[in-house]
Structure formats: structure tokens, C-alpha cells
């Protein structure tokens, strides 16, 4: 199981330009969800998907869209990048909670992305 | 709102030392989870534990071992006899019900340095 993958692992755009970051997960979760992380700031939840079909707001959407284009996955849209977006992105995937449970995140290898 | 801290930027020790890392978290709820998390120089971010608010035994895995103390509100991690390889960031996580279909809100953490 090659576990929660991310394309491409690293990125150079211009202002203004758009790009998708891609997240797949062989291990059948419902969950998915995107961060960001920047020197000093720990991560940070941009967007998740309890399950096929839904997506949620996270801690800083702003400047993101996402789709949850099927049950493995999960892609993360810059429609008009800003310096301010230069950060390295991680994909995770969980199985949904059980009643009160909240289980662990599985990170994929993450995307690092440099807007100029 | 949730929050989790972890007070130390960055620690150094020297080999075969033991060395502890503090994280303290904040939430109202009386059901929730912590985690850990390593993120060794490579980049990925790898689970150690997940514990539940409701067990507040220590756990021990090999050299490490978890403090959870629900009356101080912390849940610190220690690494007996520390290994260069140990040298990684390491990010302490909550997940409540006010996080969102189980997200997890990350601290900023701690950087560990082992030198040989």
C-alpha cells in the first residue's frame, strides 16, 4: 500500500497563477484533509472532507477551493496564487470516527510550493 | 477555542541523554484526543500515539514514554537515552468536538537536536 500520495512534490509559480495539488489514499478512509505548514506556525487546517461529497472550512480557506472528486481523492485548488501561499503542503486521510473516537491522520509526503 | 502549546521551540541534547517535551492544550470539552506526531528531516510526518481523555495512564513504547495529566492539562513526551536519530520535530495535536469531524489542531513545535 503505497498509503496517501500528493503530486507534485515540489512547485514554483507566479503570482496570479493557478495550480491543483493532488491527494490520494489507498487505505479506504472517509476523511481527508489538507494543511499547510509555515516555518514557526506548526499546521495549519486549510479544507477537509468528512466523506465523499462533503468539504469543510478549516482554520484558513482563504484563496483555496477543493474537491473531493471521489473516496480516495482529495485535490487542493490555487486559483490565483499569492506570494502569501508559499508554504509546504500536507494531505492526510483518516478513518471516520467512531461515535466519540477520533482516530489519527496519515500524512502524505507533501507538496512544497514556492509562489515569487 | 482549541489550542495546544508547546513552550519549547527547539532543545538540544547530546546522546544518550533523556529529555522530555512539554505540551500543554486548552479545551472545554470533557471528551477529547491528543496526539504526537514526528517530522524527522525528511519531511513526512509520522503518528506516535493517540490517547483519549478518558485514560490518563502513562504509556510507554520502547524509549519513549507519555505523561498525560489531565489536572495540569498536559500530555509531555519523553525519550530516554536519545538517539541521533530521534532529531526531528515533534508536534503535539488535539482533536475535540469542537474540532470539526475529527481535525486536529497542531502546536507549533519542538525542534530536537541530538548530537552524537
Known amino acids: 500500500n503505497a498509503g496517501v500520495t500528493q503530486t507534485p512534490k515540489f512547485q514554483v509559480l507566479k503570482t496570479g497563477q493557478s495550480m491543483t495539488l493532488q491527494c490520494a489514499q489507498d487505505?479506504?478512509?472517509?476523511?481527508m484533509y489538507w494543511y499547510r505548514q509555515d516555518p514557526g506556525m506548526g499546521l495549519r487546517l486549510i479544507y477537509y472532507?468528512?466523506?465523499?461529497?462533503?468539504?469543510d472550512k478549516g482554520e484558513v480557506p482563504n484563496g483555496y477551493n477543493v474537491s473531493r472528486l471521489n473516496k480516495r481523492e482529495f485535490s487542493l485548488r490555487l486559483e490565483s496564487a499569492a506570494p502569501s501561499q508559499t508554504s509546504v503542503y500536507f494531505c492526510?486521510?483518516?478513518?471516520?470516527?467512531?461515535?466519540?473516537?477520533?482516530?489519527?491522520?496519515?500524512f502524505g509526503p507533501g507538496t512544497r510550493l514556492t509562489v515569487l | 477555542a482549541q489550542k495546544v502549546t508547546q513552550a519549547q521551540t527547539e532543545i538540544s541534547v547530546v546522546e544518550k541523554e533523556d529529555v522530555t517535551l512539554d505540551c500543554v492544550y486548552e479545551?472545554?470539552?470533557?471528551?477529547?484526543?491528543l496526539f504526537w506526531y514526528k517530522q524527522p528531516p525528511s519531511g513526512e510526518l509520522v503518528f506516535l500515539i493517540r490517547r483519549n481523555s478518558f485514560d490518563e495512564q502513562n504509556e510507554i513504547s520502547g524509549r519513549y514514554s507519555w505523561n498525560f495529566q489531565k489536572s495540569t492539562s498536559s500530555f509531555n513526551f519523553t525519550i530516554t537515552a536519545s538517539q541521533v536519530v530521534d532529531s526531528a520535530v515533534y508536534f503535539c495535536?488535539?482533536?475535540?468536538?469542537?474540532?470539526?469531524?475529527?481535525?486536529?489542531?497542531f502546536g507549533k513545535g519542538t525542534m530536537l537536536l541530538v548530537s552524537p
Open positions: 479545551t472545554r470539552d470533557t471528551t477529547y484526543y
Open positions: 495535536a488535539l482533536s475535540d468536538s469542537n474540532s470539526g469531524y475529527s481535525t486536529l489542531t
Open positions: 492526510a486521510s483518516s478513518e471516520a470516527p467512531s461515535g466519540p473516537a477520533h482516530n489519527e491522520q496519515f
Open positions: 487505505m479506504n478512509h472517509n476523511s
Open positions: 472532507s468528512a466523506s465523499e461529497g462533503t468539504t
